[in-house]
């Protein structure tokens, strides 16, 4: 669920204590935190809060933001949970899903995490069930148009190690061919999917302030 939580800051406060207290984070999330500082740190060095934040860049407003690694965070390292300040904006990126269907114990949606591969993706769903690992077939969206490219891939030769594993990418379909499965019928079971995973939406929380 998409939430929106705003603070008033009345002392300095880490980012794991103010995600904590807004109900951490989902499995929806990708990965990483923008952090965008919309005003500059008070009194200098003095200030925790102006611990550094290494700007990672700047945004369509100028903005400078700062990208920190949800998974460095909890590993409890102290570069991944730095001070927030008044004006910041703490942004926890959205996952974008994939969804395998076909020959499965389980037909499922799962949210895209960094590094996600193939065959990470299907040991996650448990494996393949008695079908053809040589043609796991991968229907990929082509940019800027609603078409799909049919990819084809050897994942025997990926389990075996004799190729390299398949990087998948927003919205893939991970078809495991499966008798009777026609374009129609994997295309049908992936709306369904999509239509039982369609749960962010955005809520206003009231205003805390954090004494």
Known sequence: MLKYQAYDMRRPARLLE??????????????????????????????????????????DLGLPYSIYNVSDLKLGRAEANPYIRNGDIIYVAEASPIYVVGNVAQPTSLYLKDGMT????????????GANEEKIIV????????????????????????AKDFDLRPYDIVEVPKEGMSTALVLKTVAGLARGSATSIATNAPLRILY
């Open 18 to 59: 103010l995600l904590a207290d807004s109900g951490g984070v989902t499995e929806q999330h990708s990965g990483t935190i923008q952090i965008t500082h919309t005003e500059p740190p008070q009194c200098g060095e003095t200030d925790p809060a102006a611990e550094a934040h290494a700007p990672a860049g700047t945004d």
């Open 118 to 129: 193939l065959s990470r993706v299907i040991a996650m769903v448990g494996g393949v069930k």
């Open 139 to 162: 229907r990929r969206l082509k940019p800027g148009t609603s078409e799909a490219e049919i990819i084809t891939v050897n994942y025997k030769a990926i389990r075996q190690n004799k």
